[in-house]
């Protein structure tokens, strides 16, 4: 619903793609730079208390701009503002979440248990999308925004329940443990080589999360709706392939998994530029989901396999925020490059997934350090 919700929000308020990036933006980057700090507050006290309190700040932080929004109060700074103290806390759901799964999840089970873990992820997408997309056409941008935020409050509260595996509790000080992690990701070819390739697909993808509301709703002449149903298709695309990619063991094939899952996502997005119709914009999307598949399961099952457990609350934070790093910084090029022509902005996203693909090869080292 965010990745829906917020975008649509920002177009239909403040006609300006450029403003949409850099919202986007500032919704995850300031967060991903305090990454260390909060790894390390991940590997001391309950993780799923910590992600009760990054979903009760997004809660705030949305239904801040959905009333502000309404009354008339909310110019252009002031969205910039709540969108980068609403990410400060970030890293405590993206990383902790993470950090649970292969602690309770014996490792011969790591590749069924992360296609469930990202199962749940696109059977989200096939829902939230489509609703956001709905309530914007229907009931208005703040409607949207505001539901987002009820949605994470429900998420803070079910998560309550979970009990964490038992912690190895560490004696050292917070900003200490926080300099470890990040020097033992910078230290670690893989985890560095994993950064790296999941930065130059995010800015890619994260130009796409721009660009095909601009595309469907410019160019194509379609309304808020059709970009959550065209949202919601690849979810389910990507419900089914994630199912089916799941049962494929993939040690010792992860790098040309994610080469090659890759290099077809960038064949399926150079369709994009060329698309006549929203029918052609979904299909192509849903190729891309169906294709990206074995690039997920390979991504999260190598970089479990090749980090220490006792540290994967802080290695973990630092890790995803340096992968998801990618995503805002394509947000924030789409916008310019919108403007000058959103045929840059699609060829854009096709060079840089196709950058990608040849990145697992060339940096992670094929055998564990």
Known sequence: MLGVGFVLFVLGRYHSPPLAGIATFLLLVPGLALAPIAGALLDRFSRARLITVDYMVATLGMLTMAGLSAARLLPPALLLV?????????PLSFAGARAIMPSIVPDHLWERANALDNTTFVLAAVMGAPLAGGLVAFAGPEWALGATGLVFAAAGISILGVRDPVLARTAGRVLTDARSGLVYVLRNRTLTGLALTFFAYGVGWGGLVIAIPVLVLGRLHQGPAAVGYIWGAVGAAGFVATLIAGRIRTRGRERWLMAGSMLGVAVAIAILPLAA????????????????????????????????????????????????LGN???????????????????????VMTAVGAILPIVTIPAKDE
């Open 277 to 324: 119709s929203v029918v052609v914009v979904a299909a192509a999307l849903v190729v891309v989901a169906l294709v990206q598949a074995p690039f997920d399961i390979a991504f999260l099952t190598l970089r479990q396999r090749r980090t220490d457990p006792a540290q994967f609350g802080r290695v973990f934070a630092v890790s995803v925020s340096l992968n998801m």
């Open 82 to 90: 709540i969108c980068a103290l609403s990410s400060l806390t970030g």
């Open 328 to 350: 805002p910084v394509g947000a924030a090029l789409a916008g310019p490059l919108i403007g000058w022509s959103l045929d840059y902005a699609l060829w854009f996203a096709v």
